[in-house]
């Protein structure tokens, strides 16, 4: 692919993307791309998660604001009613038309089952149509390892590869958020389908750093706080978010397929929450609970789930998510990295002490 060819990405003030964007802007171990971005965002959409990475990459501030970045105010629902505004903007600032898309945009809602539900699917519907209407040569979209299912019982021992794709498996023991990122990757093998060339990357649970106050920092908030006293033993694939984004700029250039999954290690949820407390400098004991006994004393209250503020903690989804043993195979993803995955230890020493700063501050 071109490299001086206009890019669109979506997402870019969020974790995720504003890592893609600093891969792009060569921080990463990618050459730098040298044709336009269009970053789309909302108006409101708050610039705290790119000054935090321009400020872990140890890059001057507002680093991300170069000739050829634009951020554009794109409502990402209106779809493909916004290709004629885009197509007039490049003509309006003589820029090339926008020749591939990469699909960041997400709502994190993991332990949540809101109703209406989670928009994901929606959203990606509309970016697809917008693609579309834009006739562009390329499509990468960021899904999840939570679309590749999985059949073994609750706390054994089960590979899944890149191939195991469970869009018809029963969804009782899945949240709005997963529910959301199969039907959204139904929309990207649709388009396929249709002619769109598409590349799927399948992140797992991503290690990052930024505000807070945002979803991904949930774990590093609770952690600094001292408001997450237990862990167990069950596992999932996790990834730092740096290899993430190399990941997706390699997969997107050489138009890979996919599914692509990006998954380094599978700590237990204690080792990985121990390595972050590390990172923050903090010595908390965590509560240890083994899936024996504590799966049968949680299906005990689970008349709880019913309860607001604290009943998503007693759903038969947290169930499963803190006791699975899943594992998923993150070689494809490795094989898109120079040297491989970071070590996930060492990640969480390294992107815990930058946390631990901005806690601080």
Not at 226 to 241: E, I, M, Q, R, Y
Not at 329 to 357: H, I, P, V
Request: aromatic residues 10%; hydrophobic residues 40%; neutral net charge.
């Amino acid at each position: 692919m071109d490299s001086k060819n206009t890019l669109l990405i979506t997402g870019a003030t969020g974790q995720l993307g504003a890592f893609l964007l600093a891969e792009l802007l060569g921080w990463g171990q990618s050459p730098a791309y040298s044709g336009t971005i269009l970053c789309a965002k909302r108006p409101t959409s708050s610039f705290e998660q790119l000054d935090r990475v321009v400020e872990f990459y140890e890059q001057p501030r507002k680093a991300y604001q170069q000739p050829l970045v634009h951020f554009i105010d794109l409502d990402l629902g209106y779809g493909a009613g916004s290709a004629e505004w885009i197509s007039a903007y490049c003509d309006q600032h003589a820029i090339a038309p926008v020749y591939s898309v990469i699909h960041t945009a997400a709502v994190i809602d993991i332990n949540q089952n809101a109703p209406g539900g989670n928009q994901n699917e929606r959203v990606t519907a509309e970016v697809l149509h917008l693609a579309e209407a834009l006739d562009v040569a390329h499509f990468t979209h960021i899904s999840s390892i939570a679309v590749m299912g999985g059949n073994a019982p609750l706390g054994q021992v089960e590979l899944l590869e890149p191939q195991d794709f469970q869009a018809t498996k029963k969804k009782v023991g899945l949240g709005s958020y997963a529910k959301s990122k199969i039907y959204s990757e139904l929309q990207v093998w649709r388009a396929q389908q249709e002619g769109l060339s598409t590349t799927v990357v399948r992140p797992g649970v991503i290690l990052g750093i930024g505000p807070l106050y945002r979803a991904p920092q949930e774990l590093w908030k609770r952690l600094w706080k001292g408001t997450l006293p237990f862990a167990t033993d069950g596992c999932s694939g996790v990834v730092d978010v740096r290899d993430v984004a190399a990941i997706v700029y390699a997969a997107h250039q050489s138009k890979i397929e996919g599914p692509i999954v990006a998954v380094a290690e599978h700590p237990s949820f204690y080792e990985l929450l121990q390595w972050m407390q590390n990172g923050l400098g903090k010595k908390r004991k965590l509560l240890y609970l083994q899936m024996k006994p504590w799966l049968n004393r949680m299906r005990s209250v689970s008349f709880l789930s019913s309860l607001p503020w604290i009943g998503k903690y007693f759903t038969a989804q947290m169930r499963i998510m803190l006791f699975s043993k899943t594992q998923y195979n993150g070689q494809s993803g490795a094989d898109l990295l120079e040297g491989g995955y970071r070590n996930l230890e060492q990640s969480a020493q390294e992107l815990g002490k930058f946390m631990r700063r901005i806690a601080e501050h």
